[in-house]
C-alpha cells in the first residue's frame, strides 16, 4: 500500500472528507486530493501533523512494504513511577518489561533514521553523526521489538505513551528497516 493509499484510508477512518481534513491541516484540498493520488509527499511538519489527527504513525504512512498494521495502541504512562530492576538499563526498559512481562522476548533496538544522499552529505562536511544524534535528541524515545504469541510488535517508549504496533511480516530482530528508520538489536535483551 502506497503513502496516498494509507493517508486515504486513514482520513477515511477518521471520518474526514477531503476539505475537512484539509481544513484541519490549514491547507489546500487539492494538496490532499495530490498526495491520496500519489503525486507529491506532504513537508516533515505536514506528515507529522497529520500523523497526530488521523491517529496513527508516521512511520505507518511512510512503511510502503507493509510491515506495520493499521492496529495502533497509544497508552500513557508515567515514566517516573518505574523502576531499573533486573535486565532493565533504563526507566523506558521498565515500562516495556513491565507491559510484555509474559512475552516471549523483548529486545532493545537502536533506531538509525535513513538518510538521503544529501543528508549523507552534510553529516559528513559538518561532523559525522552529527544528522543522526539531532534525529535521536529530537525523539528522545526507545524501541523495542516484542515477541510473544507468535506475533511481533514494534514498541516506542516516550516519557508520557507506550505505542505498540503488530507488524504484519516477519523481521528479523537483528536488523530490519521500517519506514525510514533502520532497526538492530541493542547488546542486551529483557527476555
Not at 18 to 41: D, H, P, T
Not at 132 to 139: E, K, M, P, T, V
Not at 153 to 180: A, H, M, Q, Y
Request: aromatic content about 10%.
Amino acid at each position: 500500500m502506497t503513502f496516498g493509499e494509507k493517508l486515504k484510508e486513514a482520513r477515511k477512518e477518521a471520518g474526514l472528507s477531503q476539505e475537512q481534513f484539509a481544513e484541519k491541516m490549514s491547507i489546500s484540498r487539492s494538496a490532499v486530493a495530490k498526495w491520496e493520488s500519489g503525486r507529491g509527499l506532504p513537508d516533515v511538519n505536514n506528515l507529522k501533523v497529520m500523523a497526530q489527527l488521523l491517529d496513527v504513525s508516521v512511520d505507518y504512512l511512510l512503511d510502503e512494504d507493509k510491515k506495520l498494521s493499521f492496529n495502533e495502541v497509544k497508552e500513557a504512562i508515567d515514566l517516573d513511577s518505574f523502576e531499573i530492576t533486573g535486565k532493565c538499563r533504563s526507566k523506558m526498559d521498565a515500562a516495556c518489561y513491565s507491559k510484555f512481562k509474559r512475552a516471549d522476548a523483548i529486545y532493545p533496538l537502536i533506531c538509525r533514521k535513513r538518510m538521503s544522499k544529501a543528508e549523507w552529505l552534510v553529516d559528513f562536511i559538518v561532523g559525522p553523526g552529527i544528522i543522526q544524534g539531532a534525529d535521536y535528541l529530537n525523539g528522545a524515545s526507545a524501541y523495542y521489538l516484542v515477541e510473544t504469541g507468535g506475533k511481533q510488535f514494534l514498541v516506542k517508549v516516550v516519557s508520557d505513551f507506550i505505542i505498540t504496533s503488530e507488524l504484519t511480516s516477519k523481521v528479523d530482530p537483528r536488523k530490519f528497516e521500517l519506514g525510514n528508520h533502520l532497526f538492530k538489536k541493542a547488546p542486551y535483551q529483557l527476555i
